[in-house]
T-cell receptor, first 114, second 113 residues
Framework: KAGVTQTPRYLIKTRGQQVTLSCSPI?????VSWYQQTPGQGLQFLFE???????NKGNFPGRFSGRQFSNSRSEMNVSTLELGDSALYLC?????????????FGQGTRLTVV | GNSVTQMEGPVTLSEEAFLTINCTYT??????LFWYVQYPGEGLQLLLK?????DKGSNKGFEATYRKETTSFHLEKGSVQVSDSAVYFC????????????FGAGTILRVKS
């Protein structure tokens, strides 16, 4: 069974640009969550999508957005990039279910804003 | 709100030493508890989980017991190997808190041969 796939693995963007990251969940998983990992703030929740609907949202500005497609694949978009957006962005997929369901993570997309 | 506190690292041990990484949590409701491990340049891998009080999660020689009375989920391993060198994250998840994972700051483990 294929794991969670995130593309691209690495990105370098310039301040002010926008970027789109992609995540393909494990087959059969309908929940996709996104996390930002930085040395200063650690792992922070961005948002969760389930059945093409945003079900939960973290404390990030509106420049961060996402969507989910009917095949459960998800994208996140960051507009007007700032230097502080440099981070590892991790996607996790889960089966729908109670909180004891584990989340499986992709390898992440390393975004560098210069 | 929900939160997780882990012991600060780095933790440096010699091979075959005993490992403990402390984790305590604050949560509403009845959270599930997890330990994830991150190797350099990689994403997070689930190491073990426990879903209710007194449950013990175990995997690859690592163990952790869900202690509701002390709100703790300490990670232990009897004999570490160099290959265990990584960053370890304690996390919780509860339906009362939107089912999102809340992570501790992570603990770097370095094992010397």
């Amino acid at each position: 069974k294929a794991g969670v796939t995130q593309t691209p693995r690495y990105l370098i963007k310039t301040r002010g640009q926008q970027v789109t990251l992609s995540c393909s969940p494990i087959s059969g998983h309908r929940s996709v969550s996104w996390y930002q990992q930085t040395p200063g703030q650690g792992l922070q929740f961005l948002f969760e999508y389930f059945s093409e609907t945003q079900r939960n949202k973290g404390n990030f500005p509106g420049r961060f957005s996402g969507r989910q497609f009917s095949n459960s694949r998800s994208e996140m978009n960051v507009s007007t990039l700032e230097l502080g957006d440099s981070a590892l962005y991790l996607c996790a997929s889960s089966l729908e279910g109670p909180s004891n369901t584990e989340a499986f993570f992709g390898q992440g997309t390393r975004l560098t804003v210069v | 709100g929900n939160s997780v506190t882990q012991m600060e690292g780095p933790v440096t041990l010699s091979e075959e030493a005993f490992l403990t990484i402390n984790c305590t949590y604050t949560a509403t409701g009845y959270p599930s508890l997890f330990w994830y491990v991150q190797y350099p340049g990689e994403g997070l891998q689930l190491l073990l989980k426990a879903t209710k009080a007194d449950d013990k999660g175990s995997n690859k020689g690592f163990e952790a017991t869900y202690r509701k009375e002390t709100t703790s989920f300490h990670l232990e391993k009897g004999s570490v190997q160099v290959s265990d060198s990584a960053v370890y994250f304690c996390a919780l998840r509860s339906m009362e808190y939107g089912n999102k994972l809340v992570f501790g700051a992570g603990t770097i483990l370095r094992v010397k041969s």
